[in-house]
């Protein structure tokens, strides 16, 4: 219910207001400031509701949102990252806390064990992605030690590519976003969906790129990597937040509430700020 511009919970806070400054109980209140609250509270209760609904098969979810241990694993699967040289950025997200930021030169994250078991070739990577311009600017990749497989950023024509290969690191090929772009120094999300011999590529939300490939994909098991190749090659450069890796290919709508999840977030950042 809405009236004039006014949602019904909007209303309430103001009429509570008035009734407030009607009483002559307190002479200064911000009735922006209660209403951005009431707004805050709102987008609180909706961001919770989506995590439970998506969380039930995340094999990983790294928010970044406490100081003292930015790499924690929120999903209760325990997959915990050691986070080296980059730095907690407060406030990225209001009342969620905050988001890494890489310099692109020496700063990574390391999931150590116990290793994030995803099906063979059927799994999702999802992220909201802050990029610098960087060229070759890795995101996430399984394995430290290097595997041929990985998500990076191309700042040169702001895409989005993973590299994928077959198992043994066999037949290597690239595939990238080909209709959204990726702006620089600006939020995005991407979802990255692996099912069996397809591969989708979601840009905010929505279906940018289908692969079908003809070669079985490797899945993406041990150890993993953020920002940086396990051999010092890509690093990233930029903001990252809100990485999630589950252990199924989700459909269009789960990548859309991924999505609409952060953007939330962001828009309470936005109103709690101003």
């Known amino acids: 219910m809405s009236l004039k511009g006014f949602t019904l919970i909007e209303l309430l806070v103001v009429i509570a207001v008035v009734g407030v400054l009607a009483g002559g109980g307190i002479v200064l209140i911000d009735p922006v400031g209660q209403l951005n609250k009431a707004k805050l509270a709102k987008g609180k209760s909706f961001h919770g509701q989506l995590t439970r609904t998506l969380g039930f098969n995340a094999a990983g979810t790294w928010t970044f949102n406490d100081a003292s241990s930015p790499g924690f694993d929120t999903s209760g699967s325990n997959n915990h990252g050691t986070v080296t040289g980059a730095t907690y950025v407060p406030n990225c997200d209001a009342g969620f806390g905050g988001c890494l930021s890489f310099d692109g030169v020496n700063d990574w994250v390391d999931i150590a064990q116990p290793a994030i078991q995803t099906s063979p070739n059927v799994f999702t990577v999802s992220a909201f992605i802050n990029p610098g311009n960087q060229a070759g600017s890795l995101i996430i990749t399984p394995n430290s030690a290097g595997i041929d497989q990985w998500i990076q950023y191309d700042a040169t024509n702001k895409r989005l590519i993973v590299t994928i290969a077959e198992a043994g690191d066999l037949n290597i090929r690239a595939r990238t976003s080909t209709n959204s772009s990726v702006p620089l120094n600006t939020w995005t999300h991407w979802g990255v969906s692996i099912n069996n011999l397809t591969v989708k590529i979601y840009i905010n939300g929505t279906l940018d790129s ?39 290919a989700l459909s269009a709508a789960q990548i859309q509430k991924l999505y609409t999840q952060g953007i939330v977030k962001r828009y309470l950042t936005l109103t709690k700020n101003n």
Do not use: H, K
């Open 210 to 248: 289908t692969y079908n490939e003809s070669i079985p994909i490797a899945g993406w098991a041990g150890n993993w990597r953020i920002g940086q190749r396990g051999n010092s090659t890509f690093w990233y450069l930029g903001q990252l937040d809100d990485i999630q890796v589950f252990g199924q």
